[in-house]
C-alpha cells in the first residue's frame, strides 16, 4: 500500500485501503444501473450513461435545494460534510 502523503499513519492508509471494495462495488453497481462500459468518453455508449449520470445527480440535488430551501450549491456542501462525517472521502 502506498499513499502519496508522507505524513500519513500506516493505520489511515490501511484503513482508507479497506473502503476499497465497497467504493469499487458501488462504480461497478452504478456503471450497471446506468448501462455504462468502460471508460468514461471512450464510447458513445459511455458517454450516453455519463450525461445520464451528471443529469441525475443534478436532478437530486435541484430536488433537495427544494425541498430543504436550500441553494444548489449548500446542498452540496451539506451532502459533503456529511460524506466527510461518515468517512467517504
Known amino acids: 500500500m502506498v499513499s502519496t502523503n508522507h505524513k500519513k499513519k500506516a493505520e489511515n492508509i490501511i484503513s482508507e485501503y479497506m473502503k476499497r471494495p465497497k467504493i469499487e462495488e458501488k462504480h461497478r453497481r452504478d456503471k450497471s444501473i446506468l448501462d455504462v462500459e468502460g471508460n ?13 449520470f451528471i443529469a441525475m445527480v443534478s436532478n437530486c440535488i435541484e430536488y433537495l435545494s427544494h425541498k430543504y430551501g436550500l441553494s444548489f450549491y449548500e446542498v452540496i456542501k451539506e451532502c459533503s460534510k456529511e460524506l466527510i462525517k461518515k468517512g467517504f472521502s
Open 40 to 52: 468514461y468518453l471512450t464510447s458513445e455508449k459511455s458517454n450516453i450513461g455519463f450525461v445520464r
